[in-house]
């Protein structure tokens, strides 16, 4: 089963702005993860953070964590064509386990 | 450092025939892996995790199973393939965070 649901599920957008992805769960979480998927490869962590966390920053990442919303969200600033792939949250509550959502398709356009 | 090694990057098999994927990891000992499979334009599903040797748990029924038969090896197998088996398969072991593998594309024709 899917915990997290990534909205939206496609974003297009120009090179030099930001790129908002929210993600929303179901159940409490010992941490939340950011994947980023290039098409047809395997996936790159991007960054965690712990429920007990607000907000992380990671280069041009910023990633914020509400547990009482059971939500967060992925900022890139500036984005670059580069930074066209597949983004994915995923949930490790407790279990050994990260279930994953089902993603949003960045498109960045120069 | 730890590195993560899965093969073969892709496979195509008939409908009825034996799967076996392998994955290793290197540089760590007691890992958590896992195995993940993602259908065309989806998210990841887990189909089975192990935290140990010989421990194996399932997260779906289906026509797949896993094993471990060491430490830093994890086999995902079929004995008869089905269509609906294809899909890309993704190894990871975790510590910190997650570490995937480079993913199977597998297509059963």
């Known amino acids: 089963s899917q915990q997290g649901e990534e909205d939206p599920q496609a974003l297009s957008i120009q090179e030099g702005e930001n790129a908002t992805m929210n993600c929303s769960y179901k159940?409490?979480?010992?941490?939340l993860q950011w994947y980023r998927q290039n098409s047809g490869r395997g996936l790159v962590h991007l960054i965690l953070?712990?429920?007990?966390?607000r907000e992380k920053h990671s280069g041009r990442l910023r990633v914020t964590l509400d547990t009482s919303k059971k939500s967060s969200s992925l900022l890139i600033t500036a984005s670059r064509a580069a930074d066209t792939a597949s983004y994915f949250c995923?949930?490790?509550?407790?279990?050994?386990?990260?279930?994953f959502g089902s993603g949003t398709i960045l498109r960045v356009k120069s | 450092s730890q590195t993560i090694h899965q093969w073969p990057a892709t496979l195509v098999q008939p409908v009825g025939s034996p799967l076996s994927l392998e994955c290793t990891v290197e540089g760590t000992s007691n890992p958590n892996l896992y195995w993940y499979r993602q259908a065309a334009g989806r998210g990841l599903q887990l189909l089975f995790y192990?935290?140990?040797?010989?421990?194996i748990s399932s997260e779906v029924p289906q026509n797949l199973s896993a094993s471990r038969p060491q430490d830093r090896q994890f086999i995902l197998s079929s004995k008869k393939l089905l269509l609906s088996d294809s899909g890309f398969y993704l190894c990871?072991?975790?510590?910190?965070?997650?570490?995937f593998g480079s993913g199977t594309r597998l297509t059963v024709v």
């Open positions: 953070i712990r429920s007990n966390e």
């Open positions: 159940t409490s979480i010992n941490n």
């Open positions: 990871a072991w975790s510590d910190y965070g997650y570490t």
């Open positions: 192990s935290v140990g040797i010989g421990q």
């Open positions: 995923a949930t490790d509550a407790y279990g050994n386990k990260l279930v």
